[in-house]
C-alpha cells in the first residue's frame, strides 16, 4: 500500500469517527428520561401498600355498645353482636326524616322517666357523634339538619304516635323528634320487645337525675380466652405513612426499631408490640373547625394502608383535639389494655394525621382451652364501688363487662384475654379489681386499677 492510499484511508476513519460523535452527542442532548414513567410507578405503589385486604365502612365501625328494653318498668340488655347485628339490620332499611327539636318540652326531673318510662327499646353508643355521621350509617333524609351530635335512639313501642322515634344526646339533654318511613315495628316488637324476658336482666345505677346507667343484675360467667398472634411487618407501615419510603432510615434499639425520614417518625415498640407514628410537621391550629366528618376521615386513613386487623369498633372522639380511639372487640365485648394495646387512636391537625397509635400484631388463632369465670354481679360492683375511698360517683360514665389483655409472660406469641368488668371513671377506663388494703384490714376492698 502506498502512501498515498494510506492517508485516503485513515481521513475516512476520522470522518466517520467525527460523525459519530456529533449524532451521539446530539442523542444525548435531545434524550427525554421516562421521568413521569417512573414517578407515577413510585406513587402507585405507595397508594396501593396494605397491611391487610380489609376494607371496613362506617356502619360496621361504628356499633351500638348495648340494646336495652325497657318493658313494664323492667329492663333487658342485649350485648350479642348476632342479636344486635339482626336487630340493626331491620333499623338500617329505615328512612328518617323531619327531624324536631322536643328538648324543650321535657323537663329536666321528667329527662329519665320520658327515656324508660312506657315501653321502649333504647339503641345506645359508646360516644355521642355527629349527625352527619348517621348519615354514612342511616338513611337520613332530613337535608336540614346539622350541627347535633347524639348518642342513642330510642323507639318508642307502647305509644300512640307509632311512625317515629328519638335522637338523644344524654351530655346535653337534647331530644329530636324524627318521622320514620319503611317503618318496620311490627316485626322488632315481635322479635324484640315481646321476647324480652330471654334476654338478661339489667338494673338503673342512678347517677344524676338526667343520667343513669344500665348494669347487668346477675353474675356474669366469662370465658378466659388464649389467642396466638401474628406480628405485623412494620416495613408495609412504613411503605404506607412516609411519603417517600426510599427516604426513611431504620434504628435498631433496645426494645425495638424506629425509622424517621428527618422530619416524621415511626417507633415499633417490641415489647408492648405497639406502633406509633408523628407528624410534627402537620399544622394545627390554635382555633379548630369543627369537623363533624372527622371519624369518617379517621376510618378511611387506616381503611387506605389495611390497618383493620382485627374487629375495632369506634370508643370515643374528643372534638376539641381532634382525637379519635377505636376499640378491639372479641366476643362480643371491648378488651382493654393499659398500655394501648387494644387500641387504634388518631389525632389529627387541620389536614394531616399528626398522631397514630396502633398494635403491631393480630389475634390469629383462638386457643381452644378456655377457663370459665365467675365475675361479681353488677349490685356487687356498684356497692363496693359506692364503699372506695374517694369514689365520686358523678365521675362515673359507664361500667362495662370486657376483657383485659395480658401479655403471656412465657410466650411471646400468646396474649390471654382476662373477663372483668371495667368502668369509665374521670374519662378514662379503668379495671375494677378486688384487692387486700392493708390500711383497713376489712378483707377484699374494691380499687380502680
Known amino acids: 500500500m502506498n502512501g498515498m492510499d494510506y492517508e485516503k484511508i485513515k481521513t475516512m476513519i476520522l470522518t466517520v469517527l467525527v460523525l459519530s460523535s456529533i449524532v451521539l452527542t446530539g442523542a444525548l442532548w435531545t434524550y427525554q428520561p421516562k421521568y413521569d414513567f417512573i414517578e407515577n410507578a413510585d406513587s402507585d405503589y405507595i397508594q396501593n401498600v396494605s397491611v391487610s385486604n380489609a376494607q371496613v365502612d362506617a356502619g360496621i365501625i361504628i356499633r351500638p355498645s348495648k340494646i336495652l328494653i325497657h318493658k313494664d318498668g323492667k329492663h333487658y340488655g342485649i350485648v350479642q353482636e348476632t342479636e344486635m347485628n339482626k336487630l340493626m339490620k ?68 307502647e305509644e300512640e304516635e307509632r311512625a317515629i322515634v328519638y335522637f338523644v344526646w344524654m351530655k346535653e339533654r337534647k331530644i329530636y323528634k324524627a318521622t320514620v318511613n319503611n317503618f318496620s315495628l311490627q316485626e322488632i316488637q315481635n322479635t324484640y320487645y315481646d321476647q324480652a324476658k330471654k334476654y338478661p336482666r339489667y338494673f338503673a345505677y342512678e347517677i344524676d337525675a338526667t343520667k343513669s346507667l344500665f348494669i347487668p343484675e346477675d353474675s356474669i360467667t366469662m370465658n378466659r380466652l388464649q389467642y396466638y398472634t401474628d406480628e405485623l411487618d412494620p416495613d408495609k407501615f412504613k411503605d404506607a405513612l412516609f411519603s417517600n419510603p426510599s427516604f426513611v432510615k431504620r434504628d435498631l434499639l433496645t426494645y425495638g426499631e424506629v425509622y424517621t425520614d428527618g422530619s416524621s417518625l415511626m417507633n415499633v415498640n417490641s415489647t408492648q408490640k405497639i406502633l406509633s407514628y408523628v407528624n410534627p410537621a402537620a399544622q394545627k391550629t390554635a382555633i379548630q373547625e369543627k369537623d363533624p366528618l372527622l371519624i369518617q376521615k379517621s ?40 398500655f394501648g394495646m387494644s387500641e387504634v387512636v388518631e389525632e389529627w391537625g387541620d389536614s394531616e394525621i399528626i398522631k397514630y397509635y396502633r398494635p403491631i400484631f393480630r389475634l390469629e388463632i383462638a386457643d381452644r382451652t378456655n377457663v370459665s369465670v365467675q365475675l361479681p354481679s353488677g349490685q356487687e360492683i356498684v356497692e363496693q364501688l359506692q364503699n372506695m375511698k374517694g369514689f365520686e360517683k358523678e365521675l362515673v360514665d359507664d361500667i362495662a363487662l370486657g376483657y383485659e389483655l395480658v401479655k403471656d409472660p412465657q410466650r411471646d406469641k400468646i396474649v390471654v384475654l382476662e373477663p372483668a368488668w371495667f368502668c369509665l371513671y374521670a374519662g378514662t377506663w379503668r379495671k375494677i379489681v378486688f384487692k387486700e388494703s392493708e390500711e383497713l384490714k376489712r378483707g377484699d376492698v374494691i380499687g380502680l386499677e
Open 299 to 338: 376510618i378511611d386513613f387506616v381503611n387506605e394502608h389495611g390497618g383493620w386487623t382485627d374487629t375495632y369498633h369506634f370508643a370515643q372522639w374528643d372534638e376539641e383535639k381532634r382525637k379519635v380511639v377505636f376499640r378491639l372487640v372479641t366476643n362480643s365485648y371491648p378488651v382493654f389494655n393499659r
Open 90 to 157: 331491620q333499623v338500617k332499611k329505615w328512612s328518617f326524616d323531619e327531624f324536631e327539636n322536643i328538648s324543650s318540652t321535657v323537663s329536666k326531673k321528667d329527662f329519665l322517666s320520658f327515656l324508660y318510662g312506657k315501653g321502649k327499646i333504647e339503641i345506645i353508643y359508646p360516644d355521642d357523634f355527629p349527625i352527619e355521621m348517621y348519615r354514612y350509617i342511616f338513611k337520613i333524609e332530613d337535608g336540614g339538619i346539622e350541627g347535633i351530635n347524639f348518642d342513642r335512639i330510642i323507639i318508642p313501642i
